[in-house]
């Protein structure tokens, strides 16, 4: 039985590498299925973070904690709160959906993605090419992978490559909640220290 190769490295930076990776090779299946597992899971935990601090914020506001704080700033952070939470239930709707997604339904939507991308880029006759297609597919191995099973990831090159970012959607959301963390590390930064039971501040 074939070993399937560590492909967690594998970049999809360029045409070649993106249309193996949405073959049917048996290999391309599998990496598919990490990756995809792995992303929702990671953002699952980001919007579980972000709704976390979004009830810890209201329940301050509701027991009087952001009374006295300057003008504006208890308004500006609850508005804040409910808007991220309301965000990330619609993000965690979102990567529920898409992890209830089978993986031919999914390489399905990502083929059409870049023919899509490939036309307007200029090659209006592209389509996805036929031979990584179906069980054929399993004889054309992942374009840079060599004999004695070198990842592609060992390229200084690829690895610059945000290779785990597969989908424009993917891309888009971590660079949302990029942008939230950093307005959350900024509030949680102006939040007074809570004094001790010594009336110390930690």
């Known amino acids: 039985?074939?070993?399937?190769?560590?492909?967690?490295?594998?970049?999809v930076s360029t045409p070649e590498d993106m249309e193996w990776y949405l073959s049917d090779h048996p290999w391309a299946a599998a990496e598919r299925a990490r990756r995809r597992a792995a992303i929702c899971a990671r953002e699952l935990e980001r919007a579980a973070t972000v709704t976390g601090?979004?009830?810890?914020?209201?329940?301050?506001?509701?027991?009087?904690?952001?009374?006295?704080?300057?003008a504006g700033?208890?308004?500006?952070?609850?508005?804040?709160?409910?808007?991220?939470?309301?965000?990330?239930?619609?993000?965690?709707?979102?990567?529920r959906a898409e992890t209830a997604l089978s993986d031919a339904a999914w390489v399905a939507r990502e083929r059409r993605r870049l023919e899509t991308h490939r036309q307007a880029a200029g090659d209006r006759d592209y389509t996805y090419p036929a031979h990584l297609i179906g069980p054929g597919a399993a004889a054309y191995p992942p374009p840079d992978l060599q004999g004695d099973h070198r990842r592609a990831g060992h390229d200084p090159a690829r690895l610059r490559a945000r290779h785990d970012s597969v989908g424009e959607m993917f891309g888009q959301m971590r660079r949302a909640w990029d942008a939230g963390d950093a307005v959350i590390d900024a509030l949680e930064g102006l939040?007074?220290?809570?004094?001790?039971?010594?009336?110390?501040?930690?």
Do not use: K
């Open 191 to 202: 939040r007074p220290a809570t004094p001790t039971d010594d009336g110390a501040t930690p």
């Open 53 to 70: 601090w979004s009830e810890r914020t209201r329940r301050a506001d509701a027991t009087g904690e952001l009374v006295d704080r300057p």
């Open 73 to 95: 700033w208890r308004d500006s952070l609850v508005g804040l709160a409910e808007s991220m939470e309301s965000v990330a239930a619609d993000n965690q709707r979102h990567v």
């Open 1 to 11: 039985m074939t070993t399937i190769p560590d492909l967690s490295d594998y970049a």
